[in-house]
Each structure stands twice: as structure tokens, then as C-alpha cells.
């Protein structure tokens, strides 16, 4: 239902001539009922000016926010700022400690080359810079039982003080069975990351996360010998060149769409050791 200001300008004039007819039908139009109309007449006038700037400001500013949430670089910065506070607090240890130490023994195991019998990861750390996300949307559409599914453009370039040491037994025809070690200065993974994430009703509310590249990322490392005896294990054949090739293998197979880490956030969250 409008009111009497909602209705155009043109039917306030029409009342106003309309006011004025009757009145002169009467001899009662003088000089001041043209003012007062005059005064009406401008009064709406102003009145419906002001609610249609009020009404471009409101589509300027839903537009403006409407691109900023399409806009890629809008919509990740305040997940980079907060990622950028949190990686030293947690999320570094967490990264590294939690979810990448666990499971890298698995890795070295199941892809370590023929000259090495044994490879463990002695230390692991990250490096002050975080990972960096370029974009950022919603799947609506999810092939399992997802809550919400993202995906992240990543862009992650350790920092110079990133440090990782593995240890590599070689073989005894080869080696004797000694020990050797690598030292892992630099890391450059990039890519685009799928996260789904399956939501509960009570405590920790995240019942699993899935975690995968939806295509092989972009790998780079870089290694440098910590020397054992005066050995260089880099010039041992089948060791040079194998950490980039045993992460390259072991992304495709283990962390390219569809197959994904799975993290079990109820276990995670759990106090009882042994989770």
C-alpha cells in the first residue's frame, strides 16, 4: 500500500491542480493557497530527490560489495591476514607436527629409492612464512556426504629459515648400513587445494576434514647434504634427484584428487594419547 510520498511527482501535481480547481470553483483561490501549493510542490519535491539519492547510495554500495565478494583478492585477504597471525602461534606446529610428521614416514617408506633400507624424519619445521591463498569458492555440488566444500588457490614458499632433517640408512652392500642425512633448506609447493569439511552437533562441530589437490601441484625442494664420514649421498646413484621425485610420486598418488587426506578432527581433538 503507498503513501501519499510514495506515489511520483506527477500525481502530487495533479492533486495540487486539482486542489487549485476546486478552490477557484469557489472563488477561494488568492495568492496565498499558490504559495502554500508552491511550498508543497517543493517540499515533495525535495523529499523525493533525497529518497532517490538515498536509493543510488543503497545500489552503489550493494554493487560495490558485490564485486568485492567476486573479486578473488578481496576475498582472501582477511583469510591471508588471519592465517599470518595464527601460522607462528599454532598452525605452523599443527602443520608440521600434527598432520606432516605422522604421515611422511609413510611416505619415505613407501616410495624410498633401492639404495636406502631405512628414511626417517629426525626434525621438521615449516619456516616462519605461511602459505599464501590466491582465490577461494564454494563447490555447491559435493560427490560424498561434505557439509561444504572449498577450494583454495595455494601458494606456499618456506621462508630461509625453514629446516627439515631426514636420515637415510643405506643399504650394507652399498653403504655398510650407515646412516647419512639430508637437509631440506627450501620448499615450493603450489596448486589448487579442495577441502571438504563434514560439520557435527556437538563438540568439536568438525566431525572430518578431507584435504586434496584437485590437480598435481607445482613441487620444488631444495636439499642440501649433511655429510657423514666425508660421504655426499647426493652423488650416490638413486639418491639424487629422489625427494623431488618421492614427493611428485607420492602427491600424485596420495593427495591428488580423488584420493585425499583425511583428517579426523574428533580424534584430533581428543586429550588421550595415542590418537
Known amino acids: 500500500m503507498y503513501t501519499l510520498m510514495e506515489v511520483s511527482i506527477m500525481h502530487h501535481v495533479g492533486i495540487v491542480f486539482l486542489f487549485l480547481w476546486l478552490l477557484s470553483s469557489f472563488n477561494r483561490c488568492g495568492p496565498i ?17 533525497e529518497r532517490l539519492r538515498r536509493k543510488l547510495q543503497f545500489e552503489e554500495r550493494k554493487q560495490s560489495y558485490q564485486r568485492r565478494v567476486l573479486s578473488d583478492s578481496e576475498t582472501v585477504r582477511w583469510l591471508n591476514h588471519a592465517v599470518a597471525n595464527i601460522w607462528p602461534i599454532c598452525l605452523e606446529q599443527i602443520a608440521s607436527q600434527k598432520i606432516l610428521l605422522p604421515i611422511i614416514p609413510w611416505f619415505l617408506d613407501k616410495y624410498k629409492p633401492w639404495t636406502a633400507k631405512e628414511a626417517v624424519v629426525q626434525h621438521l619445521y615449516l619456516g616462519r612464512n605461511p602459505p599464501m591463498f590466491t582465490e577461494m569458492r564454494v563447490l555447491r555440488h559435493s560427490n560424498d556426504d561434505d557439509h561444504l566444500v572449498l577450494e583454495l588457490g ?122
Open 154 to 275: 595455494m601458494n606456499f614458499l618456506t621462508a630461509d629459515d625453514m629446516s627439515a632433517i631426514i636420515a637415510v640408512k643405506l643399504r650394507k652392500r652399498l653403504g655398510f648400513g650407515m646412516w647419512a642425512k639430508l637437509h631440506v633448506t627450501g620448499m615450493h609447493v603450489e596448486g589448487k587445494v579442495l577441502i571438504g569439511v563434514k560439520f557435527l552437533r556437538q563438540w568439536p562441530f568438525l566431525g572430518r576434514l578431507r584435504l586434496c589437490f584437485s590437480e598435481p601441484p607445482y613441487f620444488q625442494m631444495t636439499v642440501k647434504p649433511i655429510f657423514t664420514h666425508g660421504l655426499d649421498v647426493t652423488e650416490l646413484p638413486g639418491i639424487a634427484g629422489w625427494l623431488d621425485k618421492l614427493l611428485s610420486v607420492a602427491f600424485e598418488q596420495t593427495l591428488v584428487e580423488p584420493n585425499m587426506l583425511v583428517v579426523d578432527m574428533e580424534k584430533f581433538t581428543s586429550p588421550q594419547p595415542g590418537n
Open 33 to 49: 493557497v499558490f504559495f502554500i501549493s508552491l511550498i508543497y510542490l517543493y517540499l515533495v519535491h525535495e523529499q523525493y530527490v
